[in-house]
């Protein structure tokens, strides 16, 4: 596939884009009614808001922008990631064990290449701040386990 067929068609960026600022706007008046007591009509408001938000997030589904992955919605390219690292992540642990080949040292190695690279678009689309700050510490000697709790 050539990144023209992975863009967003304006239309969809306009939906997808929308959803987040509705969702920013109903976490920002949820959490000002938990603060500053009830309000009816903007309790109402809210309760309308999310309404709206389920029905477009429906939309960006059946549009194929985002997926539910579990309890969430994300975008599809961050779920197809995530899903081939566990796939990845389960041929990994079955090859380490067969018994050891040069071959099958080559293919372990390029297993974890190829889930590295998926963790690292994953960190390209943003999917969440570095799951690793003591990586970049020279001093650290802590190794913190996978993210995704991939078994590598």
């Known amino acids: ?3 023209k067929e992975n863009e967003l068609a304006p239309y969809q960026e306009r939906m997808l884009n ?3 600022e509705l969702e920013e706007r109903i976490e920002k008046a949820e959490k000002f009614l938990e603060t500053n007591g009830e309000e009816i009509l903007l309790a109402q ?3 309308a808001m999310k309404q709206y938000a389920t029905i477009l997030r429906e939309r960006c589904v059946v549009e194929g922008i985002i997926t539910n992955l579990g309890n969430d919605y994300v975008p599809l390219d961050v779920a ?9 992540d389960s041929g990994l642990s079955y090859i380490k064990r067969l018994i050891s080949s040069r071959e099958r040292s080559i293919a372990i190695t390029k297993l974890q290449e190829a889930i590295m690279w998926l963790g690292m678009d994953l960190k390209r689309l943003n999917e969440t701040p570095n ?3 003591e990586s ?16 590598m």
């Open 1 to 3: 596939m050539n990144n």
């Open 136 to 151: 970049y510490n020279p001093n650290s000697s802590n190794i913190e386990p996978t993210a995704d709790g991939l078994k």
């Open 131 to 133: 799951p690793y700050p």
């Open 80 to 88: 197809s990631d995530k899903y081939m690292r566990k796939y990845l």
């Open 18 to 20: 929308e959803l987040y």
């Open 45 to 47: 408001q809210v309760a």
